[in-house]
Structure formats: structure tokens, C-alpha cells
């Protein structure tokens, strides 16, 4: 499945945006998403995930009671809501795609990847 992910942009402190990560596919539907994120200089860390039926969801400490992952699988798309963002939040995102899902923090779990959109947030 090919990911094309949108949405990010410059925005201030305690803003919000929204990312959408689209699939080419019908069967993104059997697909577990998720969403990494890569700062200039660091390694690429886990965000976000949501299993294939949009049950469970899973958030790393930093960003968790501020995003929300969820999907649509009538339009092939999982989003990432992100709220009272902060300078730290700066970085390039990442779509991910895995089926199965093993450990869902793990980047090497995810064989689907997209080609990442900027996030940057000014103090």
C-alpha cells in the first residue's frame, strides 16, 4: 500500500493541526497505522497507533491527552489531531503502515511507509 501523508505546516504554541495520511489501496482497511515523527539531529520516535478496525489506540507519553489518532476506512485516510502543540512537537511526520502489528512502537514493525510532511512550531 502506497501513504501519502499532508497537513503539516508552521504553526505557534498551542495551536492545533491536523494530519491525514492517505493509502492508495481498499485494503488499508486491513492495515494497522501509525505515525512516527524525526526532529533534526535525533532518531525517528513513535507517536501514535490504531489497529486495522480503529479500536484500540496507542500514544507515546509525550504526546498523549494532546493527539488523536483515528481513521476513516471509507476513505482510506488515518489522522492525527494535534492540540496545544509545542516548540518540541518540531518535526517531520511520518505515516506508517503494518499487517500484522507486532510491537507498535517500533518503526521496524511497519513495512508501509509515506513520504513524511513538516510540522514546525514557533514559541
Known amino acids: 500500500v502506497q501513504l501519502q501523508a499532508s497537513g503539516g505546516g508552521l504553526v505557534q504554541a498551542r495551536d492545533s493541526l491536523r494530519l491525514s495520511c492517505t493509502a492508495s489501496e481498499r485494503t488499508f482497511s486491513y492495515y494497522n497505522m501509525g505515525w512516527f515523527r524525526q526532529a533534526p539531529g535525533k532518531e525517528r520516535e513513535f507517536v501514535a497507533a490504531i489497529r486495522y478496525s480503529g479500536g484500540r489506540t496507542y500514544y507515546s507519553d509525550s504526546v498523549k491527552g494532546r493527539f488523536t489518532i483515528s481513521r476513516d476506512n471509507t476513505k482510506n485516510t488515518v489522522f492525527l489531531q494535534m492540540n496545544s502543540l509545542k516548540p518540541e512537537d518540531t518535526a517531520v511526520y511520518y505515516c506508517?503502515?503494518?499487517?500484522?502489528?507486532?510491537?507498535?512502537?517500533?518503526?521496524?514493525?511497519?513495512?508501509?511507509w509515506g513520504q513524511g510532511t513538516l510540522v514546525t512550531v514557533s514559541s
Open positions: 506508517a503502515a503494518a499487517s500484522p502489528l507486532r510491537d507498535y512502537s517500533l518503526s521496524v514493525s511497519y513495512t508501509n
